[in-house]
């Protein structure tokens, strides 16, 4: 009995190690490449904005940039707030930036952690040439890139663990289950999402999963569903205490995720189907899948544009 109980330590330390290297270097380049971006990001979104289409744009390019869907919400509703951005601009950056945070699984699902050792020298290079010239944003870029040599370190610390469950009868049928209700992996997505305030790390134990084929297409792109209303939670608590402006641009990201994820609904087979064409590698259909739907998202909502701004003008009283 001692044995199993410390068979089942081990396994849980690995797990949340590899879960913590990889939030921890999702937050280093996240961090990182916000700093060295400094103050241009905000000067970017205040003079690039000017129309809807330039908004969606600033919002992808921000996004991609800071590696975070979420850190670009914080800004958006900062800005609001001060009255530099109006609730038209700051919803076409939102729906930009529901697109920008997919390059982060674009990243994860390829096997990158093959190239580990590259990363760490490169990000190492950028330091050599930081204490040579002392220029602040090369110090940056060098613990952005480093930071994803970690994170990669985390998925891998992540799948030796994971890969005890391929023989579990148990896990297996439990991913099965799940997988036959899609509202159930849409609400697993949200709750861990909500709880952990990272849709990364939850898209990072997906693609850690379908690496090693412990999870199905459907069940992967369902969570992905949930985790884009989950990550909206940042950006509520950001808007509280705010200006009624602040607060409507929060809202309006729930409510832009929340029609999406109900507009997919309808067609997710045929969706699924289309997505499995796109590659043959489980991890790439599944960071498709992420990229195709928030680009689909943002189609069927920008026609309608004004009707969304004044519902979230309604739902969001003095």
């Not at 990000?123 to 204490?131: D, E, M, P, S």
């Not at 950001?238 to 200006?243: D, E, N, R, T």
Request: charged letters at 10%.
């Amino acid at each position: 009995m001692k044995g199993v109980f410390k068979l089942i330590v081990i396994f849980m330390t690995q797990l949340l190690g590899g879960l913590i290297l990889f939030w921890l270097g999702m937050q280093l380049v996240k961090n990182s490449f916000y700093q060295a971006a400094g103050d241009n990001l905000e000067r970017i979104m205040k003079v690039l904005t000017t129309n809807t289409l330039a908004s969606i744009m600033t919002g992808i390019l921000v996004t991609m940039i800071i590696q975070s869907s979420s850190a670009t919400s914080v800004i958006i509703i900062s800005l609001v707030n001060a009255k530099l951005l109006s609730l038209e601009q700051a919803f076409g950056v939102i729906m930009g930036a529901n697109i920008g945070t997919t390059i982060t699984i674009q990243l994860l699902s390829f096997h990158l952690e093959d190239y580990l050792w590259v990363i760490a020298v490169v990000g190492l290079l950028f330091y050599a040439v930081y204490f040579l010239v002392e220029k602040e944003v090369l110090k940056y870029i060098a613990r952005g890139i480093l930071g994803f040599s970690i994170l990669f370190i985390g998925l891998e610390l992540m799948a030796l663990t994971l890969a005890n469950f391929k023989q579990a009868e148990w896990f297996i049928g439990l991913l099965t289950k799940a997988t036959v209700v899609p509202v159930v992996g849409i609400i697993l997505g949200i709750i861990i999402t909500a709880i952990i305030q990272s849709s990364s790390a939850l898209t990072g134990v997906v693609v850690v999963l379908a690496k090693l084929n412990l999870i199905s297409l459907p069940l992967a792109v369902t969570i992905s569903l949930g985790s884009n209303i989950g990550t909206c939670v940042t950006a509520v608590l950001a808007g509280l205490g705010s200006s009624r402006a602040a607060k409507q641009t929060a809202w309006g990201q729930v409510l832009f995720n929340v029609v999406g994820v109900i507009a997919i609904l309808p067609v997710l087979p045929f969706f699924i189907q289309l997505v499995k064409e796109t590659s043959r590698s489980l991890p790439r259909q599944i960071a498709n899948a992420h990229t195709i739907f928030n680009i689909y998202n943002t189609i069927i909502v920008l026609p309608i544009k004004g009707v969304f701004i004044k519902a979230i003008v309604n739902l969001v009283e003095d």
